[in-house]
């Protein structure tokens, strides 16, 4: 005899680019949005039973109508009012995850003057934000993927574990490279999410450039550490940093003497550090 444990459902990967027209100042909102639900479904999947399953397209034709009708100006927002509207419409539903992921799109100077409707994409980060609701509390978790970071001095890397397979020897002045990916969670919905997103980015930029790193690990701490000592409405931080490897290029035998001039970058990040750190334990899940 089976039982169905757990189950959810939904719509990803829904493209929604939206152009905001004041005059010949135009602006730009370019979004991926999932949405997932779950609740009283058993019937679908057991009995082949649709009455309660919104289908699909449903689910997409309302992300687009919403965006027409209110601002999308900050993700969290929009994510929230996706929820709440999901929500009222459909009591057989107890929880909504929406997830979404902006792209950034920068104006077009024109004479040293930006341009008020020709664009450049501002390269592969995203803004990111995840809404979960049950109809009673909404957890909002914002975030950064995909930002390239990169220093030539402060960071160090040595006194570390070395068996007979260890290649890398210490270094005391290296290239630290890597991706960020950043997530923080919020202590309540009550937030200007713009200002916030904007000051948690700066912090990690600014913390990411003036650690004197002894690692990775070292840094990624100090990043997160640095959020939660600033902002007080922010109790859960995790960062996930794939670090990419710059190996000082050997050409002693050629006689050539190469003082940390010439680096070979490894393809792709080839290496994962991730943490999460928190504020007494008090973050919304």
Known sequence: MSKLVEHSYGKSLIRLFRVTRRGDRHDLRDL??????????DEAYIEGDNERILPAESIRNTVHALAVKGPIDQVEHFGLTLAEHFLAHNPQIS?????????????????????????????????????????ERAAVVAGIDQLPLLKTA???????????????????????????????????????????????????????????????????????????????????????MPTQEYRPVDLSRFGVKN???????????????????????????
Do not use: C
Not at 32 to 41: L, S
């Open 32 to 41: 991926t949005v999932g949405v997932r639900f779950e609740g009283d479904f």
């Open 95 to 135: 929880l909504v995850r929406v997830e979404l992921a902006e792209r950034r799109w920068e104006r077009l100077p024109v004479g040293g003057r930006e341009q008020g409707h020709s664009f450049v994409l501002g390269g592969g980060e995203r803004r990111t934000a995840t809404i979960t609701h049950n109809g």
């Open 154 to 240: 402060g960071a160090r890397f040595e006194g570390f574990l070395a068996d007979r397979f260890t290649d890398p020897a210490p270094a005391v002045e290296r290239v630290l490279a890597a991706d960020l990916t950043a997530r923080w969670t919020y202590t309540h919905a009550d937030v200007t999410f713009g200002p916030f997103w904007q000051g948690v980015r700066l912090l990690l930029l600014e913390t990411f450039a003036q650690h004197a790193s002894e690692s990775m690990q070292h840094t990624l701490y100090a990043m997160a550490d640095a959020v939660l000592a600033t902002y007080e409405e922010i109790a859960e931080v995790t960062l996930e």
């Open 259 to 285: 003082a940390g001039a010439v680096y070979l970058p490894s393809a792709e990040p080839d290496s994962l550090v991730t943490a999460t750190v928190t504020r007494n334990n008090k973050a919304v899940r």
